[in-house]
Antibody, heavy 122, light 107 residues
Framework: QVQLVESGGGVVEPGRSLRLSCAAS????????MYWVRQAPGKGLEWVTL????????QYADSVRGRFTISRDNSKNTLSLQMDSLRGDDTAVYYC???????????????WGLGTTVIVSS | EIVLTQSPGTLSFSPGERATLSCRAS???????LAWYQQKPGQAPRLLIY???SRATGIPDKFSGSGSGTDFTLTISRLEPEDFAVYYCQQYGTSLTFGGGTKVEIK
């Protein structure tokens, strides 16, 4: 079945870096755009970044632009999120999500992973 | 940026009642590109509705969506215990934004 499994979360000090991964299975990964969405403790959902099916188009929320980098490896069915210069307000559960389509890049998310928790604290 | 407002933040119902949730956009959502998600505690969000009114695969017909432009509604016809959760709207017509969510709790 279609599945997304995130990994790489943990506790990190402010200013440090962390890399999240998302392993995809059960669908043709290279055909779909992918997203990272986060949820701070007790708060709502916030879109973080997206990447097109072929990696040629990337978009970022203002809150992470210049600090986070999304990438994908279609040969390994893997999505990644490199997070640099982490801040306390980056503390959240980070979800990997699949777009329902190849294009347009901004679309709804039909499959979600269970999430991985990132805590930024000294 | 299109801001989505879901109010009130919490609604209280008894099982068997009909629930109507609101999502209002700060500007028109193009092509009715609006989705609804359900999230239960400790779980990932689940897609319920896309295109304002189309049910996602496997979603029972007690869930329905309607609306266009700036005003959208999610209706749950008869609330069952498993429907008490938080519901989020999301627009994907212009970039991507989520509403703040509405919690549906047991009265």
């Amino acid at each position: 079945q279609v599945q997304l499994v995130e990994s790489g979360g943990g506790v990190v000090e402010p200013g440090r870096s962390l890399r999240l991964s998302c392993a995809a299975s059960g669908f043709t990964f290279s055909n779909y755009g992918m997203y990272w969405v986060r949820q701070a403790p007790g708060k709502g959902l916030e879109w973080v970044t997206l990447i097109s099916h072929d990696g040629s188009n990337k978009q970022y929320a203002d809150s992470v632009r210049g600090r986070f980098t999304i990438s994908r490896d279609n040969s390994k069915n893997t999505l990644s999120l490199q997070m640099d210069s982490l801040r306390g307000d980056d503390t959240a559960v980070y979800y990997c999500a699949k777009s329902a389509v190849t294009w347009p890049y901004n679309y709804y998310m039909d499959v979600w992973g269970l999430g991985t928790t990132v805590i930024v604290s000294s | 940026e299109i801001v989505l407002t879901q109010s009130p933040g919490t609604l209280s119902f008894s099982p068997g009642e009909r629930a109507t949730l609101s999502c209002r956009a700060s500007q028109s959502v193009s092509s009715s590109y609006l989705a609804w998600y359900q999230q239960k505690p400790g779980q990932a969000p689940r897609l319920l509705i896309y295109g304002a009114s189309s049910r996602a695969t496997g979603i029972p017909d007690k869930f329905s969506g309607s609306g266009s432009g700036t005003d959208f509604t999610l209706t749950i016809s008869r609330l069952e215990p498993e429907d008490f959760a938080v519901y989020y709207c999301q627009q994907y017509g212009t970039s991507l934004t989520f509403g703040g969510g509405t919690k549906v709790e047991i009265k």
